[in-house]
């Protein structure tokens, strides 16, 4: 592909298996973790070794807007801009929405919807100047439908399905396409809080049966980033049948 694609939260889970998915295709990759230092360093090492790609990992949090654009001025340094830009960061809080505390809502805000502001409005000058682009911003099910005891999660994904829907329009006439892979329960690090009971009855809830897989993920995440330039604006769902 050729293409140069820059990654948020690629330590592990999602990001890190989007990050396989596109060495496998030669696609030069820039990397971001906010602190998994060791994780990124020796995935960054397994993607050259087994790909023989280009690949670069930047240390810093996506919710700060002075990182991100120093990330995307050593992004233009090094690599000239990007193709492809997807914002996998994100955490989650689970507890009543009455026991949330400023600082933590303010930490989901910053982390889920934030970075996808800053991300997007440094990529955009790249992709305008040469007219394309693809953007992926990774959601989830619950900014669908919304989900008891995650209120602020449910709020920050909604909003990225906002944000994704009119950025699309924006950017459309420019030939940059921008859509959202809303995931339902994917087998990662942020679904691993459930005990093995309560992860049997979410799995009887799921018409597939399971969990999805981080390379399941991925996959979206790759079809959306490649899809024909008249798929854009899109909120494309992943869960198994579940909602």
Known sequence: MNQRVLITGASHGIGKAAAERFAKEGCTLILNCRQSVEELSA??????????????????????????????????????????LINNAGISH??????MSNEEWHRV??????SVFYCCREAIPY????????????SS???????????AYSA??????????????ELAPSNIRVNAAAFGTIDTRMNSCFS???????EEEIPIGRY???????????????APAYLTGQIITMDGGWC
């Open 43 to 84: 995935l960054e090492f397994y993607l050259k070794k087994n790909y023989s790609v280009d690949c670069i990992s930047l240390i810093g949090d996506v919710s700060s807007p002075d990182f991100v654009k120093e990330m995307f001025e050593k992004t233009m340094e090094r690599f000239g801009g990007i193709d492809i």
């Open 94 to 99: 689970i507890g009543l929405l009455g026991d």
């Open 109 to 114: 805000m910053g982390i889920n919807l934030d």
């Open 127 to 138: 992709m305008l100047s040469k007219k394309s682009g693809s953007i992926v911003n990774v």
């Open 141 to 151: 099910v619950w900014g669908n439908i919304g989900a008891s005891m995650e209120v």
């Open 156 to 169: 920050s994904k909604g909003a990225v399905n906002s944000f994704t829907k009119a950025l699309a329009k």
């Open 196 to 202: 093995a009971e309560e992860r049997a009855a979410l």
């Open 212 to 226: 999805g897989t981080p390379q399941e993920a991925a996959e979206c995440i790759y079809r959306l980033a490649t």
